[in-house]
């Protein structure tokens, strides 16, 4: 990689062709999940552990990298890094409060199966999620029937479900290890990596609060390894607050699985120094890259599709963070869709 502010390659990441090995800072990326996200065929598998190796060698010693991944198979990834060389040094959530259960009413299914018809108990108006306002605020014409399990066992199973609401995403921080025989110093030093960039993350306090503790820092808190997307109440207002991006709200950008810039500007500036440059072998729409550009980092990103390549390739030349809010993260407002 030459002087570029980015370099993005609409080739398979795997190799990384082009990127030599001791020369990235950081890596911050969404990768394929392997749960076939609303049936695409890029997220029908995981990535191959090649890929984990092909980073580390890319990275500098003691080079970060923080990698989202799903609560059902995080395990896995988890298990390719540390496989191919990688310390975990923690996992964080990125937490939210509109996920959508994905449960069903097993009564019900019961009823069916034994052959015995459920009673119905009144109508309602279908709304795919919801919004502030409630379901009044709808218009829909997909009245549904609200049915009681009529059988014995339908009754003794009443309200059985099959899963909770999710409530968050991981992100697994991994640390490639320092050059043998330095000490996180020393690696700085050598190479420009080693260490969490804690001043850049800081959570400034809220207006009117009290700085609790010895010494309050005057930029704010230690950020923690839980990063909320509304606010919970009074007693968790400590966290880093992101919205979730509302899929197909802008139309030029139609990634599936868009991130927000917000969140990954964070993610960026968590694991590298100005200057400093990030790698996202997965990166979709270029959500990382936006961000990277945005924090004064230069980007490497590959990117398999054609299409989702060119909106990376628009977005970064014209630097467009088309889901962009403003800076004070404490203060967006609750947004609605579920995203991976
Ligand atoms: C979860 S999405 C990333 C979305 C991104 N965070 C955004 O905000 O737009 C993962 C992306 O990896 C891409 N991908 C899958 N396998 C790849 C490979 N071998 N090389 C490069 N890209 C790949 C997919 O096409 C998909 O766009």
Not at 79 to 98: C, P, R, Y
Not at 182 to 193: E, F, H, K, P
Request: charged share 25%.
């Amino acid at each position: 990689m030459g002087e570029d502010i980015f370099n993005i390659y609409n080739i398979s990441c795997y190799g990384l062709k082009g990127v030599n090995s001791n020369s990235i800072d950081a890596i911050v990326t969404d990768p394929p999940y392997g749960i076939s996200f609303q049936n695409n065929h890029w997220d029908k598998n995981l990535p191959d552990q090649q890929i984990w190796e092909d980073i580390l060698s890319a990275l500098k010693p003691g080079g970060f990298g923080l990698v989202f991944t799903s609560i059902k198979l995080m395990h896995r990834i988890m298990v390719q890094l540390e496989d191919s060389g990688f310390l975990i040094k923690d996992v964080l959530f990125w937490s939210f409060l509109n996920g959508m259960p994905k449960s069903r009413n097993l009564a019900i299914d019961i009823d069916n199966e034994l052959g015995v018809e459920s009673r119905i108990t009144g109508v309602y108006q279908y709304v795919q999620g919801y919004k502030k306002g409630g379901a009044e605020s709808y218009k829909s014409d997909n009245i549904r029937f609200r049915y009681e399990p009529a059988s014995g066992l339908g009754q003794r199973f009443k309200g059985a479900g099959l899963s909770l609401k999710p409530a968050y995403e991981p992100i697994i921080l991994v640390q490639k290890p320092l050059e043998d025989g330095l000490s996180v110093a020393q690696n700085m030093i050598r190479y420009g990596t080693g260490a969490l960039n804690i001043e850049e993350t800081r959570i400034p306090y809220e207006d009117g609060e009290s700085k609790v503790g010895h010494n309050p820092h005057p930029k704010g808190r230690v950020p923690s390894n839980i990063i909320r997307t509304q606010e919970f109440g009074d007693g968790y207002d400590k966290f880093f607050l992101i919205p979730k991006v509302r899929q197909g709200k802008d139309k030029f950008n139609f990634h599936p699985t868009l991130k927000p810039v917000e969140l990954m500007e964070h993610l960026v500036k968590l694991v590298s120094f100005s200057g400093q440059t990030i790698l996202d072998p997965f990166m979709g729409s270029g959500s990382t890259g936006v961000a990277a550009l945005n924090c004064n980092r230069k980007f490497v990103g590959y990117e398999l599709e054609k299409g989702y390549f060119n909106i990376a390739n628009t977005r970064l030349k014209g630097k467009q963070p088309i889901n962009q809010t403003k800076n004070n993260t404490r203060k967006i407002k609750w947004q609605r869709k579920e995203m991976h």
